[in-house]
């Protein structure tokens, strides 16, 4: 192998600390370094026995995270809700959902977590609130045109008697975006917009109270110590003036690009103010967009110097198994991040995709985020997926950046396909007529011992969703200490990565037959064999997606020290 000409890009660590004296040379700012494990509360580990996760429950299990090797955990969200949308439905901003716990047991959990080592960043969530928040049963009570109302996006219909949506804008869940309301009379009334589902009201964020708002609930969790914050439909908030009709057809299909309801610019200024916020507490707190927008070049706004210090890279995610399409999105998200001075991010997988075993599996070509059942043509075979899956997430980790994992994955766990209709709770399900199976089958509780009730998740055995039988083998204490196991390439790759600063590194693209994908970082070659004829990779292996002996088969990834990787 030969380094190709292709540019090294860089990711730095910049010489500017809001605390110095948490950051050494040998410790990076960990917001353009960190491997960032998303904990999905619900699903994590339950403490209580209801069959719903909990705090408490995410305490008791926080070893297992230091032991993977992880920096920091991203917790979706745990506030009050009535879980119309799984937690992303917010009834009180500042307490705990009782199902999960309490302030308390959350006080506890970060102590815990900050005694590992682990940093902890919380959801928020400030595109829309629940339908049960009091400002909206506020705004319900109110009239129209009352300030109760204008902290919505409370409309009058279109057609002679208000009878029609006022635009066409679509719900990301099915269905149109807007549900009309009943007046105190009992007339029919106004319509309010709401970007998800009918219970998640957006919020207008013109108005300077919904901004003072957050100001304050943002400054709720700093005070409590948390470390950062992942920032929930950050390319929404800001609509388009007037609200005009979408003169596309948005299908969940296609990538989503800047419209009247996305992208819009105002978001910005609503960024730079939790900016200085945030800059004005110690210990590098982090703000992490979900900006779910193409291009690349674009999301990179929500990264300028001002804003936020990490994006998730979502064109990444939906990358297939491609060389040429892998190659060309790493290049693109290296210089879109790097040219405003933030570093990239890497992904696979989270709570609203098929798991990456599965969706990247051969022959699947699913729609992103759809979801997949038991009907789904081309269903692929499960371990030839988890192989494929292990040899993508080794790829990634050798990324200069920062890295998200998705709780499970590190279990090689597949999508849950075969979930009753019943069990199903994904509001894209219901408003879809079962059209669109939405996102439990990633969302299925953790196992975590094989000969334990739900497999160590509950200690009375219940499970909000079904856990699939053949989940025995897939069980942490299962993979713990067993060679070759998806947890211990896992846990060797985070232990690489570290050893060999591959984080801080840069990347060079190396020559591999055709069917294949290598770069170099540092000390470290990373091949990946995707569907090329078996060919030789020389060198010390440091770590290997599958069982290697010096020729790598397809779907399979290895990295090896870079001088016996060059030699010849
Ligand atoms: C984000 C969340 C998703 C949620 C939606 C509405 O995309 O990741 O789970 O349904 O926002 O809050």
Known sequence: MTDAAAPATSQTTPATASSPAARTPEAPDWRRTAVIYQVYPRSFADSTGSGVGDIPGITARLDALADLGVDAVWLSPFYRSPQKDAGYDVSDFRDIDPSFGTLADFDAMLDK???????IIVDMVPNHTSDQHPWFQAALAAAPGSPERARYLFRDGRGEHGELPPNNWPSVFGGPAWTRVTEADGSPGQWYLHLFDSSQPDLDWTQEEVRAEFDDVLRFWLDRGVDGFR?????????????PDLDHDPTADAPTVQSACWGQDGVHEVWRRWRRITDEYDGDRALVAEAWIYPLDFMARW??????????????????????QMRSVIDESLAAFGAVGAPSTWVLSNHDIVRHTTRLAQGVDYPQGHGVGPETPGLPDVESGIRRGRAATLFMLGLPGSAYLYQ???LGLPEAVDLPPEARQDPTFARTGGARYGRDGCRVPLPWEADSPAFGFSPTGESWLPQPADWRTRARDAQRGRPGSTLEMYRTALRERRANGLATGSIAW?????????????????VTNMFAAPFAVPGEVLASSAPFGGTLAPDTTVWVRRDDAMAG
């Open 231 to 243: 920032v929930d439909v950050a390319h929404g908030l800001a609509k388009a003036p007037g609200l």
């Open 510 to 526: 190396l020559e591999v037959p055709e069917g294949a994908l290598a770069y170099v970082n540092g000390d470290v070659a990373v």
């Open 408 to 410: 499970g994955e590190e």
């Open 303 to 324: 990264v300028r110097p001002d804003e936020m210090h990490q994006a998730f890279n979502f064109p990444y995610m939906e990358t297939g198994w491609s060389p040429a």
């Open 113 to 119: 977590a900050h005694g590992l080592g682990l940093r």
